[in-house]
């Protein structure tokens, strides 16, 4: 398996424009969640979902984000319209539920908004 | 609420002497704790985790962790650090998988 994949891997913006952020969870897996790292904040969970339905998005900053699952193979993380403080890396992770629970992490996407 | 927390921003050791990297947890009922490593530039990989069981956990890179009831606590440990090592850690609890702050380990030649 390929593991997690997000794309892009990295991306710039300006403040204002439109940012969707994709991910690929690995096959069969029923979770995945969305975070946001920075130095100031740490890792923070934005939302989680379960066999493509959204648990908990208690941890996402405001009506600019938007989180979506289509289907068990995709999501998306929108972000409209972007602002400088939105910079950061973004990792999806995605996990089986009903084994060992270990979280498998993709690579991240670097978000630049200038 | 299940939270974790990390008391310790950043830990240094030198190469080849212990470390500890200290987590403790608030969790109603039986708790799942784990620890994570992230490298430059990566996302965070899985080292180990307590479900149920023996208090010692053995995981990856000969690290281990011990879970303490009574103390809340389920520390990192390796009996001989390597430069190698020098990463962020995270510990998390299950339910929502929420991290602790990290914890920048930095290990001297």
Known sequence: DAGVIQSPRHEVTEMGQEVTLRCKPISGHDYLFWYRQTMMRGLELLIYFNNNVPIDDSGMPEDRFSAKMPNASFSTLKIQPSEPRDSAVYFCASLLGSTNEKLFFGSGTQLSVL | ?109
């Open chain 2, 1 to 109: 609420a299940q939270s974790v927390a990390q008391p310790e921003d950043q830990v240094n050791v030198a190469e080849g002497n212990p470390l500890t990297v200290k987590c403790t947890y608030s969790v109603s009922g039986n708790p799942y704790l784990f620890w994570y490593v992230q490298y430059p530039n990566r996302g965070l990989q899985f080292l180990l985790k307590y479900i149920t069981g023996d208090n010692l956990v053995k995981g990856s890179y000969g690290f281990e962790a011990e879970f303490n009831k009574s103390q809340t606590s389920f520390h990192l440990k390796k009996p001989s650090a390597l430069v190698s090592d020098s990463a962020l850690y995270f510990c998390a609890v299950r339910h929502d998988m929420r991290f602790g702050a990290g914890t920048r380990l930095t290990v001297k030649p």
